[in-house]
């Protein structure tokens, strides 16, 4: 149950063929392949970091054209690092494609039951896709330490209940992210998880006043009081700034730097 990176057309990405067999496309992308030039380089896919507008929508064509996806097959929220869900319809199709202006406000997930694709944009937070079969539903959720400590991923399938759907059955993959190697926290976000959880294992204390977090472990916890299988999370450990060379990574390069995309979308 692996990322596994996959040579398209054009780029390279990452992909988890188990899901792939189910008729499910998922990919997050890397940094390699695209048009852009230092600090960006090359295949920036975010619109909100300061970078050549021109050449971000060259880069997203490439990106799309590996899914045989158009500007209107998808939509994009606009990350605000909350815990907001939102369904998705063909009525939003194409919101926030090509310009920011457009996204789905104030939402970090996004969940549809139609064909539409779900794109989300990442740099050290925690991508976390969701298939549920028998509802035939998708969702793409941005989890940073906001995001985990405010248990978006509770939300999601709180959603997916809702649809009528068994939380035993949902399927759910944590792509590549910051890892507890890189991420040193402080005492007021250690202080926001200990209030929040029960128990902290994914907290282990490093120089004073901070600690090291485990993003991932944090948001399998909570998958598996929520109800998911074990062996239905998909988690490789993939550190984004241990791998400038393949990632882009705002805690390792700071805030002038580009963003790799999450895409979903059920293939009819």
């Not at 944009?121 to 035939?136: G, M, N």
């Not at 940073?144 to 068994?166: P, Q, S």
């Not at 939380?167 to 910051?178: F, H, T, Y």
């Amino acid at each position: 149950m692996n990322w596994c990176y996959h040579q398209g057309e054009k780029l390279t990405y990452l992909t988890l063929p188990e899901w792939e067999e189910r008729g499910i496309q998922v990919g997050f992308s890397t940094r390699w392949g695209g048009v852009g030039e230092s600090p960006y380089e090359s295949l920036n896919l975010g619109l909100h970091v300061g970078d050549d507008p021109e050449i971000v929508l060259r880069n997203r064509e490439l990106w799309l054209q590996e899914w045989d996806a158009e500007w209107n097959d998808f939509v994009i929220g606009e990350q605000v690092h909350g815990v907001e869900v939102q369904h998705v319809e063909s009525t939003d199709a194409g919101r926030g494609s090509k310009d920011v202006k457009t996204v789905l406000p104030g939402v970090d997930g996004l969940i549809t039951t139609s064909s539409l694709g779900l794109m989300a944009f990442f740099a050290d937070c925690v991508p976390v896709f969701f298939y549920h079969p028998t509802l035939e539903a998708i969702s793409i959720a941005h989890a940073g330490w906001k995001g985990t400590v405010g248990k978006i991923v509770n939300n999601v399938l709180r959603e997916f209940k809702n649809l009528g759907g068994d939380i035993r059955e949902c399927w759910v993959a944590l792509g590549p992210s910051i890892g507890p190697c890189c991420y040193e926290v402080d005492e007021r976000v250690m202080k926001l998880f200990q209030e929040t959880f029960k128990e902290t294992p994914f907290i282990k204390p490093s120089r004073l006043g901070h600690a090291q977090l485990d993003l991932w472990e944090a948001n399998r916890q909570l998958l598996l009081e929520a109800g998911v299988l074990p062996k239905n999370i998909w988690s490789d450990g993939i550190c984004t700034a241990c791998h400038t060379d393949r990632f882009f990574s705002h805690r390792q390069e700071g805030p002038m730097t580009g963003r790799m995309a999450g895409w979903i979308r059920r293939k009819d």
